[in-house]
């Protein structure tokens, strides 16, 4: 007789798990790139004009934050 465990009763490791999700991921991606290439590409103009306005308004909020940190600092003169 063996003293094997049943290869049933094996689990596989989370390395593994986690590289068959990711292969599938992958695989997904790639059916789904080439079913929908043309509508992809085709609404990358509009992508790019919808993330200008989005970054102006994400990216002007950090002007703000730079007084908060040293209440003591003044303004530059203008």
């Known amino acids: 007789m063996h ?4 290869w ?8 593994t798990f986690w590289l068959m ?3 599938a991921l992958a695989v997904m ?3 789904l790139w080439e079913e929908h290439k ?3 590409l085709g609404a990358l103009p509009w ?3 919808l993330a200008c306005p989005l970054m102006h308004l994400f990216m002007h ?3 703000d934050r730079h007084r908060e940190h040293d209440p003591q600092e003044k303004p ?3």
């Not at 003293?3 to 049943?6: A, I, L, P, S, V």
């Not at 049933?8 to 390395?15: N, V």
């Open 3 to 6: 003293d094997e465990k049943n």
């Open 8 to 15: 049933l009763d094996r689990r596989p490791s989370k390395g």
């Open 21 to 23: 999700v990711a292969i």
């Open 29 to 31: 991606g790639f059916l």
């Open 38 to 40: 043309v509508h992809l």
């Open 47 to 49: 992508l790019i004009l």
């Open 61 to 63: 909020r950090r002007h």
């Open 76 to 78: 530059p003169d203008e």
